[in-house]
């Protein structure tokens, strides 16, 4: 595995595998990885590409009380887990080669950002568009994995690619859950014992209300208060419980079609996200 830490580095890398005719996957990270990176690394490399992983933890999508100081790093480890899942190429660059300057050009989300996590963290996806479409123009790459945890994330960067005419195909991926359902997440390293506990009352609602719907209980309504029910009986402080059309992220009041049921939630002071998909009478 090659590390590259200049962007230089990164576009010569790309540019010599499209010169031997390989095609580029490429997988965004903020680091600290765990099974759910190297899941989009393993898939990236099972579709036959060249992989490179970004590990850059990207100041622009913190907010000025958000936990960009404290959010965990550990490069020798990631170098290790992103080498045995068959990493070509580890991008790390330091914070000056992206932004040797506080940038005077970047990217705004529209109305995909007002809503959700975008309404409890103002800024957080122009941040995240930013660094990933940089990220686009260095590598070029034909795929680009992201995981479904992220849905709105992921949504947005769909949006993107679209509307900018980025020639990259977005793929997203599902979550990966801890043996208790948790989906995995960097920041759940924050999580005391106990507050971990109370963590696993998210998917688990999440999980009872895909199967009432399953069922039959298609309300949005209903659902969404029982997911929040299970959370404030859990001691976790709800951000929002939506459910929302797949495409446009929009409130719907019944399940008719592909719908995602995402929520929000503080335990102490870590902010939890996760999302299942609805599929009214269905089993997935
Ligand atoms: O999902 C993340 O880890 C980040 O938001 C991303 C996509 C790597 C951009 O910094």
């Known amino acids: 595995m090659i590390r590259a830490e200049t962007i230089?580095?990164?576009?010569?890398?790309?540019?010599?595998?499209?010169r031997a005719e390989r095609t580029i996957g490429l997988v965004p990270t903020m680091g600290y990885l765990h099974e759910g990176h190297l899941s989009l690394a393993r898939r990236a490399k099972s579709a036959g590409h060249a992989v490179a992983m970004s590990i850059f933890v990207n100041?622009?999508?913190?907010?000025?009380?958000?936990?960009?100081?404290?959010?965990?790093?550990?490069?020798?480890?990631?170098?290790?887990l992103a080498e045995r899942v068959g990493v070509d190429l580890l991008f790390v660059p330091p914070v000056e080669e992206m932004y040797p300057r506080p940038p005077r050009v970047t990217l705004k989300v529209g109305s995909l950002a007002d809503r959700w996590c975008g309404a409890s963290r103002p800024g957080h996806f122009d941040g995240v568009v930013t660094v990933v479409s940089k990220l686009f123009h260095i590598f070029r790459p034909d795929e680009a994995f992201f995981g479904e945890k992220d849905y709105q994330q992921l949504r947005i960067i769909e949006a993107m690619v679209r509307d900018l005419n980025f020639s990259t195909r977005v793929v997203g991926c599902p979550t990966v859950r801890e043996e208790?359902?948790?989906a995995m997440s960097s920041r759940n390293r924050y999580l005391t014992p106990e507050q971990r506990r109370r963590a696993a009352a998210l998917p688990g609602a999440l999980a009872e209300a895909r199967r009432l719907c399953r069922e039959g209980h298609t309300r949005a309504d209903e659902l969404a208060e029982v997911v929040r029910r299970a959370l404030s009986n859990a001691g976790c402080s709800v951000d929002y419980v939506a459910v929302v059309r797949e495409d446009d992220l929009e409130p719907v009041e019944k399940v008719t079609g592909p719908c995602r049921l995402m929520a929000a939630a503080v335990v102490g002071?870590?902010?939890?996200?996760?999302?299942?998909?609805?599929?009214p009478g269905r089993g997935d």
């Open 269 to 279: 002071e870590t902010r939890l996200i996760d999302n299942v998909a609805l599929v």
């Open 59 to 80: 100041p622009l999508q913190f907010g000025p009380r958000e936990d960009y100081d404290r959010y965990p790093r550990d490069l020798s480890r990631d170098e290790g």
């Open 8 to 18: 230089d580095e990164a576009r010569s890398w790309a540019a010599g595998h499209r």
């Open 180 to 182: 208790d359902g948790l």
